[in-house]
């Protein structure tokens, strides 16, 4: 029996991005059809996380010493070797041992469920070495959903630009990174479980799946008085409801010369 309905929207922050880092923490969302998706989030104890392996770099993108609760016991955020502080170590309610974190990870995966994310291979790859250490078989599907790379396919299929950078293609999809905390695990698995919804869509077709003459999809057109420059909209507009579209363009900027002159139309 698979489970891959089951999608499990992953991310992890890591010691380095080499091949001995380890996760310091680590999300989880779990999207099942017909239920209520459910966020999971765990903190791993530094005991567990090799620091002397760490790399300065990664530790700062992901927050390690703002967010880490016993990052006070560890040496080197200034600086110097990243080691932690012999005999300072203190249990904290907010953190858990590698091994708690890893089975609870398993356990939302198994059955094959499909794990997503922004390039979700390169998690799967820092946490099953630490699995097969502590004897756990890690049980998802082997082929994840890199969303960032669906998302660039669902802006091609619609003519549009596909940009190289993350944050760059969610914003072509319509989302704001902004309104995620960022490079935390949880914000991170929110922003991709957000973007997987949006390009994963099933569009509007007719009875049997093939477009009339004359009526394929459109896409709302706006165009800056300005300097002519064309402001598509993320969404396509099919002909049922894009008759005589004269869409509102009140509050809508040109990004190249900032007028608010603008004019709507279609536009395939």
């Not at 890690?138 to 619609?158: F, M």
């Not at 995620?180 to 049997?208: M, N, Q, S």
Request: contains cysteine.
């Amino acid at each position: 029996m698979t489970n891959q309905q089951t999608k499990v929207h992953a991310d992890l922050e890591t010691t380095a991005v080499h091949s001995q880092r380890r996760a310091w923490e680590a999300g989880a969302i779990v999207s099942r059809p017909g239920q209520e998706d459910t966020e999971h989030h765990w903190i791993v104890d530094v005991r567990d996380l090799d620091l002397h392996n760490a790399d300065p770099v990664s530790l700062d993108i992901g927050g390690f010493w703002q967010r880490h609760p016993q990052a006070s016991l560890v040496d080197g955020e200034h600086g110097g070797p990243i080691r932690l502080r012999v005999g300072e170590w203190a249990p904290h309610p907010d953190v858990v041992r590698e091994s708690v974190m890893l089975r609870g990870v398993a356990d939302l995966v198994r059955d094959k469920a499909v794990i997503c994310g922004s390039n979700p291979a390169f998690d799967q790859y820092t946490l099953e070495p630490r699995m097969l250490v502590h004897g756990i078989a890690p049980g998802w599907y082997y082929h994840p959903c890199d969303v960032p790379e669906r998302a660039k396919g669902w802006l091609a299929a619609q003519g549009l630009p596909a940009p190289d950078r993350t944050d760059d293609v969610v914003r072509a999809c319509g989302l704001d990174p902004a309104w995620y905390a960022r490079h935390t695990a949880v914000g991170d698995c929110r922003l991709f479980r957000d973007l997987y919804r949006i390009v994963t869509r099933p569009p509007k077709r007719p009875p049997g799946g093939f477009w009339p003459v004359g009526g394929r999809p459109a896409r709302r057109r706006r165009t800056c008085a300005g300097c002519g420059d064309d402001i598509w909209p993320n969404e396509l507009v099919y002909p049922a409801d894009a008759s005589g579209d004269t869409s509102d363009t009140a509050g809508v900027q040109c990004a190249v010369c900032e007028s608010q002159s603008i004019q709507a139309g279609m536009g395939l």
